[in-house]
């Protein structure tokens, strides 16, 4: 469903592209998951099972979106709507033209000072210190947009106007400068391989490049942490991510009847932004308790360290209020049902044992469910180049110092992708980061007093911000046997457990015994939910080490690019 948001318009005129067989209307700047999802389209691939998926993460980090485009694979959220395209539903297994050459020539070879990966807050902010302080950057990114999950602006061929939220204007501001300052941006570029510090792997519009940098900052940020219940693989069911990318960078929504499940403010924000779209948000269940009393000691500190956010926080709620949506604390997603898509779905009142409450379970009439349960770095790039991580209850976070240099001292992780901070953070340790490469490659930097004073009070008020948003713990398993936990190779709760009954007590067992992790997310929404399965079967926590190995290519791209190159 199209819809408006203050301050973008759609430009041009509207063309048309097919999908098995039939016409679909789209507009210049759209992805093409964004014009399906506007033509009722939600189905996109077909699993190894023969059910359905459509549009889940939003960011290429799942591929259930994948599509056939002109006889190729490609992930619909990442690639542009082009007159005339002839896209089709993806198979189980792509087909491959075996009849087609692959490049003869060898991988361009580039040299930057500083290699960004991750044009969101923090590796705009990386790349702006180190430019401006005289190096030569390049800035990759997968999106053809720089601004990342935060700051991501409307698709090219929108018209911008005087009425921009705060949000899309800083993220403007922020590309800006950091162009302004010299660094070089390269969109639509996927990060393939990570062999060394210098030499990294990069696939951007067909061309094969190995970029040799002396220093890398890496700031691909995290994607949000899988929450399996019956029925969550339907389409219609996505990440809050998801549908707030639909709705800010391409003027969609995902439906006409939404409901918003999980964790934390994202989830009000995306809420309050839907209903101002004339969406109908039929509720939003929080699995953390309403904030109360005992809450007011840490609500003063977020206050006096960020009092823009807390007034912005607070204006969702009311806003909310306002519209009617109903705001249902210590609430969980518990099941989603429907004929081909999402149609219904329930939630029900988490009790003080960790169990659903009987007889709270509430469903509704609903064409969308966004799922919002926190997130999960990416850490898979600074894995493969030898960094080390810790695990803890929010994921892998990176071994690094206040500068966010990671134990490889060529190698900086800033933002999410090192550890959860939030957008202000990320901008901080981006700049520390970039000042950092700089100085380390015989540049005199600006001063960073000012900021490393920002980013003590954004981490006090990320910490205050998650002791408020703690989520009221889940004793009671809410998959069933058929629910499937690794949605790439269709593998269910049932076949995993009958693994760890037969002993399996690893990941790596147990994915070489059922496939599980080894699709095209690999292993980046199911591993975190076996490990947790693994841990309580054991009682033993699971380490860095015993993690799925990151693996290349780290995504999915055509073989016939890699022919020719070696990594040593």
């Given at each position: 469903?199209?819809?408006?948001?203050?301050?973008?318009?759609?430009?041009?005129?509207?063309?048309?592209?097919?999908?098995?067989?039939?016409?679909?209307?789209?507009?210049?700047?759209?992805?093409?998951?964004?014009?399906?999802?506007?033509?009722?389209?939600?189905?996109?691939?077909?699993?190894?099972?023969?059910?359905?998926?459509?549009?889940?993460?939003?960011?290429?980090?799942?591929?259930?979106?994948?599509?056939?485009?002109?006889?190729?694979?490609?992930?619909?959220?990442?690639?542009?709507?082009?007159?005339?395209?002839?896209?089709?539903?993806?198979?189980?297994?792509?087909?491959?033209?075996?009849?087609?050459?692959?490049?003869?020539?060898?991988?361009?070879?580039?040299?930057?000072?500083?290699?960004?990966?991750?044009?969101?807050?923090?590796?705009?902010?990386?790349?702006?210190?180190?430019?401006?302080?005289?190096?030569?950057?390049?800035?990759?990114?997968?999106?053809?947009?720089?601004?990342?999950?935060?700051?991501?602006?409307?698709?090219?061929?929108?018209?911008?106007?005087?009425?921009?939220?705060?949000?899309?204007?800083?993220?403007?501001?922020?590309?800006?400068?950091?162009?302004?300052?010299?660094?070089?941006?390269?969109?639509?570029?996927?990060?393939?391989?990570?062999?060394?510090?210098?030499?990294?792997?990069?696939?951007?519009?067909?061309?094969?490049?190995?970029?040799?940098?002396?220093?890398?900052?890496?700031?691909?940020?995290?994607?949000?942490?899988?929450?399996?219940?019956?029925?969550?693989?339907?389409?219609?069911?996505?990440?809050?991510?998801?549908?707030?990318?639909?709705?800010?960078?391409?003027?969609?929504?995902?439906?006409?009847?939404?409901?918003?499940?999980?964790?934390?403010?994202?989830?009000?924000?995306?809420?309050?932004?839907?209903?101002?779209?004339?969406?109908?948000?039929?509720?939003?269940?929080?699995?953390?308790?309403?904030?109360?009393?005992?809450?007011?000691?840490?609500?003063?500190?977020?206050?006096?360290?960020?009092?823009?956010?807390?007034?912005?926080?607070?204006?969702?709620?009311?806003?909310?209020?306002?519209?009617?949506?109903?705001?249902?604390?210590?609430?969980?997603?518990?099941?989603?049902?429907?004929?081909?898509?999402?149609?219904?779905?329930?939630?029900?009142?988490?009790?003080?044992?960790?169990?659903?409450?009987?007889?709270?379970?509430?469903?509704?009439?609903?064409?969308?469910?966004?799922?919002?349960?926190?997130?999960?770095?990416?850490?898979?790039?600074g894995r493969a180049l030898g960094c080390a991580y810790d695990v803890t209850p929010a994921g892998l976070v990176a071994q690094r110092d206040?500068?966010?240099?990671?134990?490889?001292?060529?190698?900086?992780?800033?933002?999410?992708?090192?550890?959860?901070?939030?957008?202000?953070?990320?901008?901080?340790?981006?700049?520390?980061?970039?000042?950092?490469?700089a100085r380390d490659l015989g540049k005199t930097p600006a001063d960073t007093g000012a900021v490393k004073r920002l980013l003590a009070r954004?981490?006090?008020?990320?910490?205050?911000?998650?002791?408020?948003?703690?989520?009221?713990?889940?004793?009671?398993?809410?998959?069933?046997?058929?629910?499937?936990?690794?949605?790439?190779?269709?593998?269910?709760?049932?076949?995993?457990?009958?693994?760890?009954?037969?002993?399996?007590?690893?990941?790596?067992?147990?994915?070489?015994?059922?496939?599980?992790?080894?699709?095209?997310?690999?292993?980046?929404?199911?591993?975190?939910?076996?490990?947790?399965?693994?841990?309580?079967?054991?009682?033993?926590?699971?380490?860095?080490?015993?993690?799925?190995?990151?693996?290349?290519?780290?995504?999915?791209?055509?073989?016939?690019?890699?022919?020719?190159?070696?990594?040593?």
């Amino acid at each position: 469903m199209r819809v408006t948001t203050p301050g973008v318009e759609r430009a041009g005129e509207p063309f048309s592209f097919s999908f098995d067989g039939q016409a679909v209307e789209a507009w210049p700047g759209e992805s093409l998951a964004a014009a399906l999802t506007s033509a009722g389209v939600f189905s996109m691939r077909e699993a190894r099972d023969g059910s359905r998926r459509g549009l889940f993460c939003g960011m290429g980090v799942c591929g259930e979106c994948s599509v056939i485009v002109d006889g190729v694979q490609r992930r619909s959220c990442l690639e542009p709507a082009q007159p005339g395209l002839k896209v089709a539903t993806m198979p189980p297994r792509a087909p491959v033209d075996l009849a087609a050459e692959a490049p003869s020539a060898p991988a361009d070879e580039l040299t930057p000072d500083v290699l960004v990966i991750g044009a969101g807050p923090g590796g705009l902010a990386a790349a702006r210190a180190a430019a401006s302080a005289g190096l030569d950057v390049l800035l990759v990114d997968e999106r053809v947009k720089a601004g990342g999950q935060y700051f991501k602006q409307p698709g090219e061929g929108m018209r911008l106007g005087d009425a921009l939220d705060a949000q899309f204007v800083e993220g403007r501001e922020l590309i800006e400068s950091a162009k302004a300052a010299g660094a070089k941006l390269l969109p639509g570029a996927t990060v393939w391989g990570a062999f060394g510090p210098d030499d990294v792997a990069v696939v951007a519009d067909g061309r094969r490049l190995r970029i040799r940098a002396k220093r890398v900052i890496l700031s691909p940020g995290a994607y949000e942490r899988a929450h399996p219940v019956p029925g969550w693989t339907l389409p219609g069911v996505m990440t809050t991510g998801a549908a707030q990318t639909l709705l800010r960078a391409y003027q969609t929504s995902p439906g006409q009847r939404v409901l918003i499940a999980g964790n934390g403010p994202l989830n009000l924000q995306v809420a309050r932004e839907l209903t101002r779209a004339g969406v109908a948000v039929v509720a939003v269940a929080e699995q953390a308790a309403m904030p109360g009393p005992g809450d007011a000691l840490d609500l003063a500190r977020m206050a006096v360290n960020a009092p823009g956010l807390v007034v912005d926080g607070v204006g969702h709620v009311a806003a909310l209020a306002l519209a009617g949506v109903s705001i249902r604390y210590r609430h969980v997603l518990t099941r989603v049902e429907g004929e081909g898509k999402a149609q219904r779905a329930a939630i029900a009142r988490v009790g003080d044992d960790g169990r659903i409450v009987a007889g709270s379970e509430r469903w509704f009439d609903i064409d969308a469910v966004c799922l919002g349960y926190g997130f999960l770095p990416q850490s898979e790039i600074g894995r493969a180049l030898g960094c080390a991580y810790d695990v803890t209850p929010a994921g892998l976070v990176a071994q690094r110092d206040d500068e966010a240099r990671s134990s490889v001292p060529e190698v900086f992780i800033v933002g999410d992708a090192g550890g959860l901070g939030g957008a202000r953070v990320a901008l901080a340790l981006g700049t520390l980061a970039g000042t950092a490469a700089a100085r380390d490659l015989g540049k005199t930097p600006a001063d960073t007093g000012a900021v490393k004073r920002l980013l003590a009070r954004h981490r006090s008020f990320q910490a205050a911000l998650w002791r408020v948003y703690r989520p009221v713990e889940l004793t009671q398993d809410l998959t069933a046997p058929d629910t499937l936990l690794c949605r790439c190779e269709s593998v269910d709760r049932a076949t995993v457990d009958s693994l760890l009954d037969d002993g399996l007590g690893t990941l790596s067992s147990v994915k070489k015994a059922c496939r599980i992790g080894m699709g095209r997310c690999q292993g980046r929404y199911c591993g975190p939910v076996v490990a947790a399965r693994i841990a309580g079967r054991t009682g033993k926590p699971i380490e860095a080490d015993a993690w799925f190995a990151p693996r290349t290519p780290f995504k999915p791209i055509d073989a016939r690019l890699l022919a020719g190159d070696d990594p040593a």
